[in-house]
């Protein structure tokens, strides 16, 4: 006699513009899923997505205009934040105070406070999930590259170059208030459109020590933050790493993450994983040929079908330690790492001169926020 299978999680999307629409697409296509309601103070918004989900086949959800209201009328298991990203946190915490497991969309906030005040609410409530978006992660190139380096295959790692080479108009920029803001963008080509990358980067990499770094304002106007960053990283193993990130690369060149070691090197480029040449233990050599079995194992953690992607499949990670009772593959420690690894670049540049990450971590920068003349806001 087969098992039934288990009751979807019952999701509430807070959110419901681009981001949110995604996920509740993702939700969609999942079984381990059903959205029973949208968070958004811009009725029409929620509406189209309700429509979208109706029109997929599933359940009308409910519509609210705050998050209280949906917490307040119960069935709700899990909460997924897509708000504007100087929002994340506070809202996180306001679900998890209610009871319910949380997934954030990266970046997990845009200060270290509100953050660590998570981190501090999550401790508090062991069986309660905390995720933090970063599908990147789950992409077969990055998952061949992460168990040929977590298998020793590359040796000592030694360096990594990480490239994000993007290009947004202005018109992206002016499309909306809050774009190119320090409080609710919380920074421009890093902060927004890189930290998925960056993420990857720690993941290879390791603890990230310190930090140098400059940041620019060069090709767009009416903007607080940066469209150029620049950083060197150095890792606690000893392994150095180049950060390049920009919203000026016309006509947009993507996304470019080298890894290198004494045994072998990888390039992911455009999700795909373009380079792989190593050596095992007993000396056998391991190149883009063979490396297709890697990939085969890896795409096997996920969810198969026409709809499979990294985001259903980090949805599926997440679902699974809920029912678990168990940590993510992607943490809320992940993220909050990220997270002071890119307010450490901002720091550097902008008090020019080298961060240590752990200083981020602990709050040592918090009061730098009394300061006055920054390029860049230091925030609480």
């Not at 069986?127 to 992460?146: K, N």
């Not at 996920?302 to 679902?319: E, F, M, S, V």
Request: hydrophobic share 45%; glycine share 10%.
């Amino acid at each position: 006699m087969s098992t039934p299978a288990p009751a979807p999680l019952r999701l509430a999307v807070v959110g419901c513009g681009v981001i949110g629409r995604l996920h509740a697409e993702v939700a969609a296509h999942s079984p381990d899923l059903e959205v029973v309601a949208l968070v958004d103070p811009y009725e029409p918004g929620a509406a189209a997505v309700a429509a979208q989900l109706t029109g997929l086949g599933q359940p009308e959800p409910r519509i609210f205009a705050d998050l209280a209201a949906a917490l307040d009328g119960g069935g709700i298991d899990v909460v997924a934040v897509c708000t504007l990203s100087g929002t994340h946190a506070s809202l996180a915490l306001e679900a998890l105070e209610a009871g319910a497991h949380v997934v954030v969309e990266k970046p997990l906030d845009v200060a270290m406070g509100p953050a660590r005040r998570l981190r501090e609410a999550a401790a508090e409530r062991p069986g309660q999930v905390v995720a933090v978006i970063s599908q990147h992660r789950h992409d077969p190139a990055s998952l061949a590259v992460h168990n040929a380096l977590k298998a020793g295959r590359f040796g000592t790692v030694t360096s990594a170059v990480a490239n994000i080479d993007w290009f947004r108009t202005q018109a992206y920029y002016d499309s909306a208030d809050w774009r190119g803001t320090w409080a609710l963008d919380g920074g421009g080509a890093l902060m927004n459109q890189g930290v998925h990358t960056l993420d990857l980067l720690l993941w290879f990499l390791g603890e990230p020590v310190e930090v140098t770094a400059h940041t620019a304002r060069v090709g767009h106007e009416r903007i607080e933050v940066e469209d150029v960053a620049v950083a060197i990283l150095r890792f606690a193993n000893g392994a150095l790493a180049t950060l390049h990130a920009t919203t000026t690369a016309y006509p947009d060149l993507g996304v470019r993450l080298q890894v290198h070691g004494t045994d072998g090197s990888a390039v992911i480029a455009a999700d795909e994983l373009t380079f792989f040449h190593a050596r095992d233990a007993e000396g056998t050599e391991w190149e883009n040929d063979q490396v297709a079995r890697e990939l085969r194992e890896a795409a096997v953690q996920g969810p198969q079908g026409d709809y499979a992607n990294p985001h259903l499949t980090q949805w599926t990670d997440i679902a699974a330690a809920v029912r678990e009772g168990r940590d993510p593959w992607v943490t809320l420690e992940d993220g909050l790492r990220a997270l002071a690894t890119v307010r450490a670049v901002y720091l550097s540049a902008t008090l020019g001169r080298p961060i240590r990450v752990a200083d981020v971590l602990d709050g040592a920068y918090d009061e730098q926020a009394t300061h006055t003349g920054f390029t860049a806001p230091l925030g609480k």
